[in-house]
């Protein structure tokens, strides 16, 4: 059977894809054109130093600093949530909590609510369930409000300003959740409290308790995951 002329056969050759070309390396940051990508035999990726390219941005004043910034960023995700929550129920003075309601803190916008999603794979080993602030104080468990970092605490006291009613005393100026109903609140401030971030420095961890004994909190505690961060001088 005739398929058609050679003019018809170029034709559908001049169509055919060409093949991409290989990655040339630039500079400093890696390669700056296409690549062929992998599988199939093609060749394996190449890691890619970003920190002269991102250094190299600030005067040679600050390369130290900017250098030992870059170093120590920490991606926060699922792993690191488990991790916290897991060493959290190793503490045996935590037993309490076993079968508490894990709280976003804040609102359902918030980064928290991602991190509450990241606790899903711990959660059911301590009998813990995901729950909203509303349902959560429906019923008689603790509550463990859960976010991924704590730093002087401002942003979680500024919540509990809000949930409680009260004054904001931060004045961080931004969007937060209404007041809870005064039966709602008094509930809340009844039961066993925690909160659980996945990672935070010291400072939060003395001045979060001790705001929240302030305004009624029975016993609260504050736990994470300590990030230490040494930049120059």
């Known amino acids: 059977m005739c398929l058609g002329g050679r003019g018809a056969l170029r034709r559908q ?16 940051c890696g390669p700056t054109t296409t690549g062929e990508g992998t599988g199939h035999g093609r060749d394996p990726p190449r890691e890619t130093n970003l920190r002269p390219g991102l250094v190299r941005q600030f005067g040679p004043q600050y390369a130290g600093a900017a250098l030992s910034a870059v170093e120590q960023v920490r991606l926060l995700g699922r792993a690191e949530t488990d991790a916290a929550l897991r060493a959290f129920f ?3 003075g935590h037993g309490r909590f076993h079968g508490a309601s894990i709280v976003p803190m804040g609102d359902p916008k918030d980064g928290s609510a991602v991190v509450a999603y990241h606790a899903v794979d711990a959660a059911p080993d301590f009998k813990c369930t995901i729950r909203t602030i509303s349902d959560a104080l429906t019923r008689s468990e603790p509550v463990i409000f859960i976010d991924d970092f704590i730093g002087l605490g401002a942003s979680t006291i500024s919540i509990l300003d809000a949930m409680l009613g009260l004054a904001d005393t931060q004045q961080l100026h931004e969007e937060r959740p209404g007041p809870l109903d ?6 809340l401030l009844g039961r066993p409290v925690a909160f659980l971030f996945t990672a935070g420095l010291d400072q939060g961890r003395v001045e979060l308790p001790a705001q929240a004994l302030e305004r009624g909190f029975v016993d609260p505690v504050c736990s994470f995951t300590r990030c230490r961060l040494n930049f120059p001088a």
């Open 182 to 187: 005064p039966t709602v609140i008094e509930r």
């Open 13 to 28: 050759l001049a169509h055919r894809p060409q093949r991409v070309r290989r990655a040339r390396p630039g500079p400093a």
């Open 90 to 92: 190793a503490d045996p």
